[in-house]
């Protein structure tokens, strides 16, 4: 016994002295503050969250842990540490406290069994064997609350978990924190896991800095940087491995969230997170403030009055429940008398519906039913022409007013379209599609929507509701706005039901086709948790389709992906995906990225494993080839499943970055920039059944060593290698080249190419104009796109695999006019008698002083001295106005019509022609005479003034 006591003394100073040693490293340390001890490479108390730090691991506040100090200690079951939550300047932080348990332990002598007590692996205290094999002996677990239960003893109903989480509310106004402003704000926040995600809009204030959550006592405990964010009224934002601690605090209505503006520093407007009933049927809201004036008495700047109302409509739509919450109306009054209080429901200024109710001084909430609601009324309500007006009966307190609009929500509203949910039966076609909904205030739903991968023409697209015994319920035709594979436009009359049953992930699109006249995908129409990263109020997600393998996948799965790419180059994806084949457990899907490498050989990185059919986070270490190919648009996304090891779904991914140095002149990552698909772009080109990227570059299947293509705007280019002449008399063709060259010199060390095993990056060049690489010692014409291969230039790849290209050299000539023979020479000679007559020609060589005298117009690269009709967007091709490139500027003039003087029979110009036609013989109309004309009398003009 006196031995125990004497190590634990010894446990206790050793551990003494070994968090002593962790603080004086940290004072040491200057502002860095990191520990003697291997960390987390970005522990969580880095991101705003408070926590301990203890042998290289990170604990949430108020966790408990045996500490391991490793040999010849180990792990000390005899000591208990805690991460104790402490406030130092207004923040809350966590401090690490052990103590010694051992003397806490009970004296057993003897067990009832008549054995002695012994001490089991991984506690501290002896117990007896049966007890202890009856017992769950180990550290304490921290549980959640279950449903119903109140951690603060005032016996009030905590909010109920829905499949997306628990749901919470916040009212915020200047009242808790006494400024006289009528700013106000609503908070709406969703629990899911240990990830808080909020919606926050605000009223009659500028735009918040900073989102602050604090303590009932005020202290700091997460901050949310708003940088970049730039929402109209609207903030979104999410707090990630949220603690124990604190989603206890949520719970117990003791957390609260406040909005940091430029002016205010100590926030404007702050309100207490709590859950509520209404919240898991909201489907409309409105968020209300006061005017500055009352009836019959001057008001100056209220003390933080503000409510929010939560509406629902029944499935009927007959009726409308709602639930009001309101901060200040009562309590900066000093009224202390029961109030009779009018809720109205208004168009305009016309009382559609009221209710009269009595609140108290601590009445903070209503809520009420209004019936009798008409089909207008419905109307009204979907499109934003209803509002909400509180006041009192006596007319003493300030009104509240507001819009109702549909439900705020930064989440997306999506839909992913597969052939495995098509009406009657399952369509397995490998086809897919994907669409993209959101409700605006004057409830427009605007879509768009796109499919692909099928294989006969699209004849309906419409938005509708279950599928029930009495049919099919259409709400609207989407087919309207249809054209090559993608729909895009709004639906503006539903009515409140409708909006309802959109929220409520109960309405879907279907797609019919000629092969398939009724049904050949279909998909539910679903809320996409905010994430964070992903810009998703622009553009389209990236298709998943069995039909984008190669060979295609007959499959009636289907997927979509967001993809976005941030200023440090973090890959941020979120993927959602219907009917995979993932066996009977259904823990065999994966998402990777794929490349191809030079020799066509695939190359993946794995991202994650699907939960629930989809797979979200943050990939920070892409290599550089992963980036260049999706900034190039040929990486795809693949979802493997047990049962196709191989792919089943597949989508292409564009996803233009300038990381590593990847050459891309049409993005700025300081706000990051979303990924798309080639095939949804509008600039990319479909060629052998591949879409190509715009301004990419590819060796074509039917030619893969001596051919290039490019896209550029929508159209493909493809140029044949142009071989320089070998200056040799056996010139040798190697393996991967499309030119002869000459062979090295028998006496040189530079190893022959034509030995090398392969042409990859070990033993080639890589050349960026043609993307290509080359063997050492081969020479070739360079290739700059869109012009072709330049035969006056030549690079040739050196034994150190550099790229030397350098410009033909031309002789010196003695004469004072040199001429080109031919456009296609590269340089001039003097002119002799017997010299020929230079010739135009049609080559598509491009030489190197073209370049430079050629002119830009648009989009497009005109050589000098060539003539066309401007192409102007939203008029088209102009016939009647000729532009002419000349030593690089691009002159444009309108053709000049004579005027019809004395003309019996007039014609109006044909779309195709630029002038009027007059059809008497005897007078001459056409723009050249009259151009000639012209010229003569300014000529004779000039003569005559001389």
Not at 267 to 295: C, P, Q, W, Y
Not at 546 to 572: F, K, M, Y
Not at 848 to 861: P, T
Not at 916 to 925: A, E, H, Q, R
Request: charged share 20%; aromatic share 6%; proline share 6%.
């Amino acid at each position: 016994m006196l031995y125990e006591r004497g190590l634990s003394r010894w446990i206790i100073l050793l551990l003494s002295l070994f968090l002593v040693g962790i603080a004086e490293a940290g004072k040491n340390s200057g502002n860095k503050g990191h520990i003697p001890l291997k960390a987390e490479r970005n522990p969580p108390h880095s991101r705003g969250i408070p926590g301990c730090i203890f042998g290289g691991k990170v604990y949430d506040l108020e966790t408990s842990w045996h500490p391991n100090l490793g040999e010849p200690f180990f792990e000390m079951v005899c000591m208990d540490c805690h991460c104790i939550p402490i406030v130092v300047n207004d923040t809350v932080v966590g401090k690490v406290s052990c103590e010694d348990v051992k003397g806490k332990c009970a004296d057993v002598d003897v067990c009832r069994n008549g054995e002695d007590p012994v001490q089991q692996p991984g506690d501290c205290c002896k117990s007896c064997p049966i007890d202890a094999q009856m017992s769950n002996s180990g550290d304490p677990v921290e549980k959640d609350f279950p449903t119903g239960d109140d951690p603060s003893g005032e016996g009030e109903v905590l909010p109920t978990e829905s499949n997306q989480g628990y749901n919470f509310v916040a009212l915020l106004t200047g009242t808790s924190i006494a400024v006289r402003t009528n700013s106000v704000a609503r908070a709406t926040f969703t629990l899911l896991d240990d990830t808080l995600r909020f919606t926050i809009n605000y009223a009659k204030m500028q735009r918040p800095v900073l989102i602050r959550f604090t303590n009932a006592l005020n202290d700091t405990v997460f901050e949310h940087d708003l940088h970049g964010s730039n929402l109209d009224n609207k903030v979104c934002g999410v707090w990630r491995r949220i603690s124990g601690i604190y989603q206890k605090y949520l719970h117990s209505k003791s957390l609260f969230v406040t909005l940091v503006t430029k002016s205010n520093e100590n926030g404007l407007v702050r309100g207490r997170i709590l859950g509520h009933r209404a919240l898991n049927d909201e489907t409309f809201s409105s968020l209300m403030s006061t005017k500055r004036t009352r009836k019959g008495i001057a008001v100056a700047s209220p003390m933080g009055y503000g409510g929010i109302m939560m509406l629902n409509a029944a499935h009927d739509g007959r009726t409308i429940n709602f639930a009001v919450l309101m901060d200040g109306l009562l309590e900066n009054s000093g009224h202390v008398l029961p109030t009779t209080v009018i809720v109205e429901l208004r168009k305009r200024n016309d009382v559609v519906k009221e209710l009269k109710t009595t609140v108290g001084m601590n009445g903070v909430e209503i809520v009420g039913v209004w019936d009798g609601v008409s089909n207008q009324h419905q109307k009204w309500l979907a499109r934003g022409n209803l509002n909400i007006r509180i006041r009192d009966e006596d007319g003493v307190f300030p009104e509240l007013n507001g819009q109702i609009t549909p439900r705020p929500s930064c989440d997306t509203l999506q839909c992913v379209l597969s052939g495995g949910e098509a009406i009657d039966r399952p369509k397995v076609t490998g086809a897919s599609g994907s669409a993209v909904l959101h409700i605006d205030n004057e409830g427009n739903i605007n879509y768009r929507v796109q499919v692909t991968g099928l294989q006969t023409d699209v004849i309906g697209l419409t938005l509708e509701g279950k599928v029930r015994r009495n049919g099919r319920k259409v709400i609207a035709d989407l087919f309207g706005g249809y054209e090559n594979g993608i729909a895009i436009g709004t639906y503006s009359k539903p009515n409140a039901k409708e909006i309802q049953l959109l929220l409520k992930n109960s309405l879907f699109i279907n797609v019919a086709t000629e092969a398939y006249e009724k049904s050949e995908l279909r998909g539910r129409i679903t809320a996409l948790p905010y994430h964070g990263h992903i810009t998703r109020h622009a553009g389209l997600p990236i298709p998943l389709s069995g039909r984008n393998l190669d060979p295609p996948q007959v499959t009636g799965a289907a997927g979509q992906a967001w993809l976005s790419i941030d200023r440090e180059c973090n890959l941020h994806y979120e993927v959602t995906t219907v009917g995979l084949n993932t066996g009977n457990d259904g823990n065999h899907a994966y998402v990777k990225l794929l490349i191809y490498d030079e020799n066509d050989e695939p190359v993946y990185k794995i991202l994650s494993a699907f939960q629930d059919g989809m797979a979200a986070g943050t990939a920070n270490d892409i290599s550089e080839d992963f980036l260049l190919d999706m900034n190039e648009g040929t990486a795809y996304l693949l979802i493997t499943t047990k049962q196709h090891r191989n792919g089943e779904i597949r989508g292409q991914i564009l996803l233009p970055n300038t990381c590593n140095g990847n050459p891309s002149n049409r993005i700025d990552l300081s706000h990051g920039v979303i990924g798309v698909s080639p095939e949804t772009d509008p600039d990319s080109c479909l060629f052998e059944e591949k879409w190509r990227a715009d301004n990419s570059l590819w060796s074509p299947d039917y030619d893969r060593t001596c051919t290039t293509c490019t896209c550029r705007k929508r159209t493909v280019i493809c140029d044949r290698v142009v071989c320089p002449i070998p200056t040799c008399q056996s010139p040798e063709t190697w393996p991967g080249e499309c030119c002869p060259v000459c062979p090295p010199e028998k006496d040189s060390s530079t190893q022959s190419p034509g030995k090398l095993a392969d042409n990859n990056a070990d033993n080639s060049c890589y050349f960026e104009g043609d993307q290509k690489f080359h063997s050492v010692g081969s020479t070739w014409h360079p290739y700059l796109p869109p012009f072709g291969y330049v035969v006056c230039a030549f690079c040739t790849c050196e034994p150190d695999l550099s790229v030397n290209c350098t410009r033909m050299k031309c002789p010196p000539l003695e004469c004072e006019r040199p001429i080109r023979l031919d456009p296609d020479d590269c340089c001039q000679v003097c002119p002799s008698t017997t010299t020929p007559e230079p010739h135009l020609t049609t080559s598509a060589l491009i030489l190197a002083d073209e370049v430079v005298r050629g002119c830009y117009f648009g989009d497009k690269l005109y050589r000098h001295g060539e003539e066309w009709n401007p192409n102007i967007y939203s008029l088209g091709v102009m016939p009647c106005v000729t532009c002419r490139c000349k030593n690089g500027q691009p002159q444009c003039r309108k053709v000049e019509c004579a005027p019809l003087i004395g003309c019996q029979k007039k014609k109006k110009k044909a779309s195709n022609e630029c002038c009027d036609v007059c059809l008497d013989p005897v007078i001459s109309t056409t723009p050249s005479s009259r151009t000639s004309s012209n010229k003569k009398t300014r000529s004779k003009n000039r003569r005559s003034s001389r």
